[in-house]
């Protein structure tokens, strides 16, 4: 029998109050980390020249390090802001620091977590991803939908004495754009 869906994800007012915009000095603070407003035409742009000036290949190694970073602070701030919640609450500051930057809104669909086994699997549908719609208009609907920058960042979970890696792949890439996206996560031991 398949496990009952997930509940919804808990309020993001947590994470809300912890986003400061500092107009005095030009700067915007997530949690006092340094964060930017950027238009996604302009990120859209530098992606597809780095598809086109160094290859798929090597663009996808470099914007799924920047992801791989950008979650790697991301299980930070969990543990920091939600340590005593549940841990699919705190799982859950991941994909809702997605939404809160309009990356792309999350919705889950599956999520089980075992700490002291070391163990997590999980499925969530990504709707309105701004990497998919700015693929779709550099490279048209024909081609794979490429989502590297903005594919669930892999996040390290410490619980002592165990640390597990999770790491994502998706399943039903749709090139059409605003169709979903469904995205499967699975734990990976860390090295």
């Not at 919804?8 to 007012?13: G, Q, T």
């Not at 799924?64 to 970073?69: D, F, H, L, P, T």
């Not at 089980?112 to 693929?135: C, Q, R």
């Amino acid at each position: 029998m398949p496990a009952p869906p997930p509940p919804p994800f808990p309020s993001d007012a947590d994470l809300r109050r912890l986003l400061h915009f500092s107009a005095g000095d030009g700067r915007i603070w997530l949690a006092g980390q340094r964060m930017l407003l950027v238009h996604t035409a302009a990120l859209g742009a530098l992606r597809a020249e780095l598809m086109r000036t160094i290859g798929r290949e090597q663009t996808r190694r470099l914007l799924m390090r920047a992801g791989y970073a950008s979650g790697e602070r991301d299980a930070a701030l969990a543990r920091r802001v939600r340590g005593d919640a549940s841990v699919y609450d705190m799982f859950a500051v991941g994909p809702q620091l997605h939404m809160l930057e309009g990356a792309v809104q999350v919705t889950p669909e599956q999520f089980e977590f075992d700490i002291a086994a070391g163990t997590f699997a999980g499925t969530f549908l990504w709707d309105h991803s701004w990497e998919v719609e700015t693929h779709v208009r550099d490279f048209g609907p024909a081609t794979p939908v490429r989502s590297w920058a903005g594919r669930p960042s892999s996040r390290k979970w410490r619980a002592s004495p165990a640390a597990i890696r999770i790491a994502a792949s998706k399943a039903g890439c749709f090139p059409s754009g605003p169709t979903p996206r469904r995205w499967h996560m699975t734990t990976r031991p860390i090295r």
